[in-house]
């Protein structure tokens, strides 16, 4: 990097929160400050000392470039002005790296950016970049990804920038992307619905997690809005994380309720998941979450992609599609009649009339514990054998067995109606 920046810009005003390191987490596990947990084995105990002792030496909220190795030719992600790679950093005790460590995740602006010869490109991705790195240090969640550091921020004289801005963030597993192709694959062409047991677990599993964060960021007076499943990650352990808050905007307290709450403005978002009033250009406040949380929440069902035809791959980011305003994606690929009211009342084409956030959270854990309940009663009707495989699968090769006799039953009888006519 190394690139004197001579450029009169604010000064971002990112705070100084104290972070609570004993609550974070690096490569899927928890830091545990007081002990390990006895069945931990060796090598991930070690894994563990090693990266907390990195946070606990190290300068992590003003790292410079030689406290950081950025893996270049690995690259994880790339948005609209900044790019993500995975990097060591530097232990701030032996001034060392250990490359045998899981890395973390850094993002950082485009360098096609920053050479940009026209300045109020490069100041636009710095403060979109400063400005996500203060939302992410206001917030702290289970489900959101936490900022473990950033570069230190100076400035001359003149209060002219000199050095570039990078935040540092825990390396995840995968996206719900990743995921969702994989559904798509389990599930065939030729499959409809998505099975009631993969239904509850993903509902358990994933759609809630995903609420759970979104709720706690509406909490704090963040709108998100870019929900989508690219900006949606798993760390090792499976926990679902949401990331990405260069779109987020905050509302006042003051405004927190109501209609006075909608204040906000802006065609930002990614069209497969903007609602109506986003894309009209209107005013618009928290419901447009709850909008995009719906249409994520059929797709999570379903492990389709919502309006896959009218929206191609090639238009995601594009300009807002001519979509009618009541389009919304086909409500045959879910079987629960539950999961259709909670759908149909959370993606409503005025916002007024949409579920709040809480009320659609409080019905998806009832609708997911009525699964479960529903699917403990099957198991006691039809328990499971010693070879681990319900009784109830001996129905399903006997359909099997049904289908072969009666293809070989009008086998024979084509055969024969053939010799006839012969």
């Not at 004197?4 to 609570?20: E, G, N, V």
């Not at 579920?355 to 409080?362: Q, S």
Request: glycine share 6%; charged share 25%.
């Amino acid at each position: 990097m190394n690139v004197q920046f001579k450029l009169q810009m604010k000064r971002p005003r990112i705070s100084a929160l104290p972070m609570d390191m004993s609550n974070m987490t690096c490569c899927g596990a928890k830091l545990a400050f007081g002990g390990m947990d006895d069945d931990e084995n060796i090598a991930a105990a070690k894994t563990r000392l090693e990266v907390k002792e990195i946070m606990t030496n190290t300068e992590m909220f003003a790292l410079t470039e030689e406290d950081i190795l950025i893996q270049y030719r690995n690259q994880l992600g790339q948005g609209a002005f900044c790019n993500v790679y995975p990097v060591h950093i530097r232990n701030g005790k032996t001034k060392s790296f250990n490359t045998e460590l899981p890395p973390f995740a850094l993002k950082e602006i485009q360098h096609d950016i920053i050479k940009n010869p026209n300045p109020r490109v490069y100041k636009e991705a710095y403060e979109d970049l400063a400005k996500e790195a203060q939302i992410m240090r206001s917030l702290q969640h289970d489900n959101i990804l936490p900022i473990m550091g950033m570069s230190r921020q100076t400035y001359d004289e003149d209060n002219i920038m000199k050095e570039s801005l990078f935040i540092i963030v825990e390396k995840l597993e995968s996206t719900l992307d990743s995921k969702l192709d994989k559904w798509a694959n389990v599930l065939g062409l030729f499959r409809q619905i998505t099975p009631k047991a993969k239904v509850m677990s993903r509902i358990k599993t994933v759609a809630l997690e995903i609420g759970l964060g979104l709720q706690y960021i509406h909490s704090q007076h963040y709108l998100f809005r870019d929900l989508k499943p690219a900006n949606i990650g798993f760390d090792r352990s499976g926990r679902v994380k949401i990331f990405d808050f260069g779109l987020a905007v905050h509302i006042p307290p003051s405004s927190a309720k109501g209609s006075d709450a909608r204040k906000v403005k802006g065609r930002v978002g990614t069209v497969r998941y903007m609602a109506p009033e986003v894309k009209r250009g209107d005013l618009y406040s928290y419901p447009i979450d709850v909008y995009a949380y719906a249409i994520l929440l059929w797709q999570i069902i379903t492990s389709r992609t919502p309006f896959e035809e009218e929206i191609p791959e090639s238009d995601m980011f594009g300009p807002p599609q001519d979509l009618p305003d009541d389009k919304r994606p086909n409500l045959k690929y879910v079987e629960s009649k539950e999961l259709v009211v909670l759908l149909e009342s959370s993606w409503k084409t005025n916002p007024e009339a949409r579920w709040t956030l809480d009320k659609m959270l409080i019905e998806l854990q009832i609708i997911g514990a009525r699964m479960q309940s529903r699917s403990a009663d099957r198991k006691k009707k039809f328990p499971t054998s010693e070879g681990g495989k319900r009784t109830s699968h001996v129905l399903w090769f006997m359909k099997i067995f049904l289908f072969i006799s009666i293809t070989w039953k009008l086998f024979k009888l084509l055969c024969g109606a053939i010799v006839e006519m012969k």
